[in-house]
């Protein structure tokens, strides 16, 4: 099966100080025996969302080459498309493009780059997209899938903050992007408009996913991974379930609800 443990998973492990970026490739390796890892940026050692040094990224890559490990996606945060301030817009840009570099020299199958905007609990929070911010956010991402065409990854968004949580302006934006590069995560059912069909309106950019705890032990569940197979999609099954507590059973009851729906989804 082609699954991948998110390392935002393990976040309160790593704030803990009981785990670091290697121990994550450890764990995913010979805990729940996966060749797969699918890191998020703040797992780093700087514990932030600035770029690490190029010599530390090097020590990954060769801990991954020693595990036999693939990357399967690398999921930035601090480095999102569009703020209002032009200053910090052009300071998440100069963000995104060290962590581009970074998922490169990984070696990344996928990368996430959001849209920007605020989480849906934030008060300031909108679905709204002004025609500047669209025709920035497309200009950014249709740069990086030409970078990406290169060498052979996709890199898009994730449907995580702001306006990318509506399926209809992301469908809007992966078609005025229209580049074969391009790509979006799905965490499958985080919608905060369309939820019923949203899924469904983005399968034919999906290039990777996440099942979180809510969407993994649902049947319809089951339906998703089905829909997103009969459109195509041949990409992994990601996890990222944030525990508060008791890291590794909850994952690995998580990984264990996943494979059942796949294999229920191939009945």
């Known amino acids: 099966m082609k699954l991948s443990i998110g390392g ?3 976040r309160n492990t790593m704030y803990e100080g009981k785990m670091d970026i290697f121990g994550y490739l450890e764990t ?3 805990r729940y025996g996966l ?3 699918d890191f998020w940026n703040g797992q780093f050692a700087n514990q932030s969302f600035e770029a690490p040094e190029e010599e530390y990224v090097k020590k990954i890559r060769e801990a991954l080459d020693e595990r036999e490990m693939t990357l399967v996606n690398y999921a930035i945060d601090g480095a999102h498309i569009w703020d209002s301030d032009p200053e910090k817009r052009e300071g998440l840009y100069q963000n995104a493009l060290k962590h581009i570099k970074v998922g ?3 070696q990344a199958k996928t990368i996430r780059i959001d849209t920007g905007g605020h989480f849906s609990s934030h008060p300031g929070f909108s679905l709204d997209m002004e025609e500047e911010q669209f ?8 740069e990086f899938s030409d970078r990406a065409a290169n060498l052979g990854y996709k890199i898009g968004p994730e449907n995580h903050t702001g306006p990318s949580l509506s399926p209809k302006n992301l469908k809007k934006i992966a078609e005025a992007v229209h580049h074969p590069s391009f790509g979006i995560l799905l965490h499958m059912g985080r ?3 369309d939820a019923s ?3 469904e309106m983005v399968a034919p950019w999906v290039c990777h996913t996440h099942f979180d705890a809510r969407t993994a032990t649902a049947e319809k569940g089951e339906s998703i991974i089905r829909m997103l197979k009969d459109g195509g999609y041949d990409g992994y099954w990601g996890i990222e379930h944030n525990a508060e507590k008791h890291q590794y059973i909850e ?3 998580l990984l264990g609800a996943v494979k059942r729906l796949i294999k229920k989804a191939e009945i």
């Open 104 to 106: 490169e020299m990984l």
């Open 197 to 199: 069909i949203g899924d």
């Open 8 to 10: 935002y998973s393990f």
């Open 28 to 30: 995913v390796k010979y």
């Open 251 to 253: 994952i690995e009851w």
């Open 35 to 37: 060749d797969t890892v």
């Open 135 to 142: 025709e920035y956010i497309v200009k950014r991402y249709k």
């Open 191 to 193: 919608w905060q408009e």
